[in-house]
């Protein structure tokens, strides 16, 4: 009985605390006393990356393999040995080879004493010819004899030819300079080659010089550039950042799950040997960058003051005039041409005196509210730059090193906690700034 008298407690006291603070809330969304969340301006840096993750390949890869099919009599490198071109790095059974050739050698000498016999026949069939005593088709049918004889030595001496440079194929060289990277025989292991050459080992050129081929979507690909500078990190060395340049982006489409994807080639040079072939690399693209120039936090674009918050009202009201006397400037000097088509520094001064000139409705234009030095907010109009996701460049517009822009309300910890609380109210009047 005293645990429920207890819990009941417990509960009365949760529902009070809650109405309480939803009292408190709405008593001073009314009155317009909720303090506002300030961040001031300053300069800095801004610099916008192109995320995606790619794998670590050495420059120059190559697949030894085998012309011919045979047992492994001899392997003479292994994992991570280095290597140099023509170097010999295993050996096929040549015995069965090595009879082709002998059997090969055996028919060119047959095939050339069939020559020398023809050729005898042939001259005596000619010396009887020009005595008129054999005919025609005796003289024709010994010529025909040498000249099928001749053409049997040929082929007879290319099989020779093919059964020497199969012999030389049982003898594994390596093809570059580099280091072995794989091996993937043993000794007494059959390979055939029927159907296509079986690798052996892979081989990479020299693993100082490394490229990391990384994925980047369709939507991202645009502002990708060779020689661009490139960032990245790996797991087995994740508080060390390494640097690579942009030097290809291959235009062959590769499609994951239905997303459109490009490879980008970037260089790296591994001089201490820390990457290795096959590791994921979590890479950062520097798009663009802007040094010691304007910002502000990117929730001082996205605040929108609450209508009935009195502080705001006067400035709103302002607002909406100007917006209201533009619209009939605007349907009075051209209407939706107007636009595209003010003149730099007439509009500006024509429309509220915004920096630059041009068109309210331009691209890049921003309502930043700021507090004065009465602590009372007020609008500024901007022209934006690029972005890094937290901070905005300002390009243009009457805003300095220090002033303090608002990002949001300050709320009571019960609503605050609620992230959907963080900006409730969003004034949808349209300026023309």
Do not use: H
């Amino acid at each position: 009985m005293k645990r429920r008298t207890i819990s009941i407690l417990i509960i009365a006291v949760i529902l009070i605390a809650a109405g309480l603070t939803v009292a408190f809330y709405l008593n001073n969304k009314k009155s317009g006393t909720l303090s506002l969340k300030t961040s001031k301006v300053d300069v800095g840096d801004i610099e916008v990356y192109v995320t995606t993750t790619g794998t670590l390949n050495p420059v120059t890869l190559v697949q030894v393999g085998t012309q011919v099919s045979g047992t492994i009599a001899k392997i003479y490198v292994d994992f991570n040995d280095i290597v140099k071109k023509g170097q010999v790095i295993a050996q096929i059974d040549s015995t069965f080879l090595s009879a082709q050739v002998r059997d090969a050698e055996a028919q060119v000498e047959r095939a050339r004493a069939q020559v020398n016999q023809a050729q005898r026949d042939l001259n005596r069939i000619k010396e009887l010819y020009s005595k008129n005593l054999v005919s025609q088709a005796d003289y024709d049918q010994a010529l025909t004899n040498y000249e099928t004889a001749l053409a049997q030595l040929k082929s007879a001496e290319a099989q020779l030819e093919r059964a020497r440079v199969n012999l030389k194929y049982s003898t594994i060289y390596s093809p570059i300079d580099g280091i072995v990277i794989s091996r993937n025989v043993d000794v007494g292991q059959t390979v055939a080659a029927s159907l296509q050459a079986p690798t052996l080992f892979t081989i990479a050129n020299d693993l100082r010089k490394m490229r990391v081929e990384a994925n980047v979507d369709e939507a991202d690909i645009g502002k990708v550039k060779p020689g661009q500078i490139a960032f990245f990190t790996v797991d087995a060395y994740p508080e060390e950042t390494f640097t690579g340049r942009v030097s290809q982006v291959r235009l062959q489409p590769i499609n994951i799950q239905n997303v459109i994807n490009y490879t980008v080639i970037i260089d790296v040079d591994n001089k201490d040997l820390k990457l290795k072939p096959g590791m994921t690399a979590n890479v950062r693209i520097l798009i663009e960058k802007r040094e010691n120039v304007l910002r502000l936090p990117n929730l001082a674009l996205r605040f929108r003051p609450d209508p009935t918050d009195k502080r705001f009202a006067k400035a709103m009201e302002e607002m909406q005039k100007r917006r209201e006397e533009f619209m009939k400037r605007r349907q009075q000097e051209g209407g939706p041409g107007l636009s595209a088509q003010t003149p730099q520094g007439q509009g500006g001064q024509r429309f509220g005196g915004f920096p630059g000139g041009g068109s309210p409705f331009g691209r890049n234009r921003a309502t930043i509210w700021v507090l004065d030095e009465n602590k009372n907010p007020k609008p500024i109009f901007v022209r934006t730059g690029i972005t890094d996701g937290n901070y905005t460049e300002i390009v243009a517009g009457n805003l300095k090193e220090g002033d303090e822009v608002i990002t949001g309300y300050v709320f009571p910890t019960a609503v605050s906690n609620n992230p959907s609380a963080s900006q409730p109210f969003q004034f949808r009047g349209r300026t023309p700034f």
